[in-house]
Nanobody, 125 residues
Framework: QVQLVESGGGLVQAGGSLKLSCAAS????????MGWFRQAPGKEREFVAT????????YYSDSVKGRFTTSRDTAENTVYLQMNSLKPEDTAVYYC??????????????????WGQGTQVTVSS
């Protein structure tokens, strides 16, 4: 059973930065595609970023491209989401997810098998 625990959320002013962490346990982290999603109140869960097992291949949604960067530390079983130039519209609960069955990147939340509990990010204007 894979467990994912996010941390690093909080309140920040527009233009500021936050770095989210997602610590994995209970599985073979180095094999998994990892993804980040977010969900704002009243909205559907939205893809943010994903990276392959090594972290060398990444893909981002258009809304965060150039501002957010995902990376992973295999030795620490942790994936990160560095968020810069934050905007009020980035306000949401952010989730990390692990895809343990596929090796290709996916932007669909339905392909991910395990999820963290989420961490709140609030960007004030």
């Amino acid at each position: 059973q894979v467990q994912l625990v996010e941390s690093g959320g909080g309140l920040v002013q527009a233009g500021g930065s936050l770095k989210l962490s997602c610590a994995a346990s209970g599985g073979t982290f180095s094999r998994y595609v990892m993804g980040w999603f977010r969900q704002a109140p009243g909205k559907e869960r939205e893809f943010v970023a994903t990276c392959n097992w090594s972290g060398r291949i990444t893909y981002y949604s258009d809304s965060v491209k150039g501002r957010f960067t995902t990376s992973r530390d295999t030795a620490e079983n942790t994936v990160y989401l560095q968020m810069n130039s934050l905007k009020p519209e980035d306000t949401a609960v952010y989730y990390c997810a692990a895809d343990v069955t596929l090796t290709r990147l996916s932007t669909s939340w339905t392909t991910y098998d395990y999820w963290g509990q989420g961490t709140q990010v609030t960007v004030s204007s």
